[in-house]
């Protein structure tokens, strides 16, 4: 007799919420202060469309995921609407996006580090660290996925005591009247401002797609994943909009727009510089296990895009342990490039560059998702939100960001065709083990 079991569906609503939490909130949020300052109450108002653009975007590609039983990555989405080049083309910007994404993420954690090490303040120095660890988590993910699971586990609680640190100082500063005089003041709202900061804001808020990237493995996909997207991206969201407007808002703006280390500095100004060391190793822990994470999938996306024969077979080839060493090391040459090239911008300059590049790269997944869903007729009045939301967010991302990460995009397109020939006669090969 055939032995047919049903599939195994092992992650419900909490677990696929956790899972869209745990992948957002990671370095974005600790230096986004010092980024969004200059901005006032623009900045407040860039969190609340940002929040708002989010969840239509998430919304629209979990529900995309729910009805696929195929692929439900988002360049697979993205190929059932408009053919494999266009799955292709959205693939490649996801992973420019991880890769600066990581570029930026290292830079957080050493502006964090430079608390105990003041010398990493200096815009080589600080670079040199940065690509140190870069070096440092890729070993870490090239001894094997057990050990960079060991690594993420040890930062997934470390990492949300910084945010809890800020949301109990501010509450107590305001309810014991010790924050008046520091409160930032108003400015004027302009569309302008408020699309700059929304550009940046987008930042923290990459990676509500999770739970529609494993929908294969969760109970009821349709209702699960849609209803886990939501909750994760809103609690995220209101968490992230909380501690900034808090650091911003309660802080006097010369000391938020000149600090590497905004939540320290936050903690400093209440509490005292002993509290604030202790937050600031959170935060630099807090980074550290994000760019483990995100390193993790710098190798895996490449890897799974070379399987389908879109990039060369090179990339296929895992060691023993079944690690994608080439691609992590390809990315992370990459990433090293990247910030020697910027190496004489200071911290905070460096990290809004390379922040906003990886947004630009990750929206036009995002675009190709949202217009994916109007092609397909899924929630079409979301998705059409959802669109005009990822056009907006492009044009406040501004035209270096947004053409830098447009050619990237487009300089990948030679490679895919190219990869596309050379796979038609020994497909085969592309998943062997060097």
């Not at 059409?384 to 056009?391: D, F, I, N, P, V």
């Amino acid at each position: 007799m055939t032995d047919i079991r049903p599939l195994v569906r092992p992650l419900g609503v909490i677990a696929c919420t956790a899972l869209v939490m745990g992948n957002m909130i990671g370095s974005g949020i600790f230096l986004l202060p010092a980024s969004l300052a200059p901005y006032g109450w623009n900045g407040v108002a860039g969190w609340v469309l940002t929040i708002g653009g989010s969840l239509a975007l998430a919304y629209c590609i979990a529900r995309l995921a729910a009805i696929r039983s195929e692929r439900q990555d988002p360049p697979g989405l993205v190929e059932a609407a408009f053919g494999r080049t266009s799955g292709f083309a959205v693939g490649w910007s996801y992973w420019v996006s991880i890769w600066t994404a990581n570029a930026a993420i290292s830079i957080a954690g050493v502006s964090y580090l430079s608390l105990f090490f003041p010398a990493l303040k200096h815009p080589g120095m600080g670079a040199a660290a940065a690509i140190a660890l870069v070096w440092l988590v890729t070993f870490v993910n090239l001894a094997g996925a057990r050990a960079a699971g060991g690594l993420q586990i040890v930062t997934l609680l470390l990492k949300l005591m910084p945010l809890a640190a800020v949301l109990i100082i501010a509450a107590w500063a305001l309810g014991t009247g010790r924050a008046p005089q520091a409160a930032l003041p108003p400015s004027g709202l302009k569309f302008g401002s408020i699309n700059a900061a929304a550009a940046l804001t987008l930042w923290a808020m990459l990676g509500f797609e999770s739970a529609a990237c494993v929908a294969a493995k969760v109970r009821d996909p349709q209702r699960t994943v849609p209803r886990a997207t939501v909750i994760g991206t809103l609690a995220t969201g209101l968490i992230y909009l909380l501690v900034c407007t808090a650091i911003t808002q309660l802080l006097p703006a010369s000391v938020v727009q000149a600090s590497d280390a905004p939540f320290a500095d936050f903690v400093s100004h209440f509490i005292g510089w002993g509290p604030a060391y202790v937050v600031g190793a959170f935060a630099a822990i807090s980074a550290i296990g994000a760019l483990n994470g995100w390193t993790l999938l710098q190798g895996e996306i490449p890897l799974a895009m070379a399987q389908r024969g879109e990039l060369p077979a090179w990339f296929a080839r895992t060691d023993a342990r079944g690690t994608p060493a080439r691609a992590l090391l390809f990315s992370s040459v990459l990433i090293s490039l990247l910030l020697v090239i910027n190496s004489l911008k200071t911290l905070s300059e460096l990290f809004v560059f390379m922040i906003l590049l990886s947004t630009s790269a990750a929206l036009w997944m995002y675009l190709g998702c949202a217009a994916a869903a109007l092609r397909l007729r899924v929630a079409m009045p979301i998705a059409a939100l959802g669109t005009a939301y990822a056009l907006w967010t492009l044009w406040g991302a501004g035209l270096n960001a947004s053409a830098l990460s447009l050619a990237l995009m487009i300089a990948g397109l030679p490679v895919y065709y190219w990869s596309r020939r050379a796979a038609q006669p020994g497909a085969g090969r592309a998943g062997s083990r060097a």
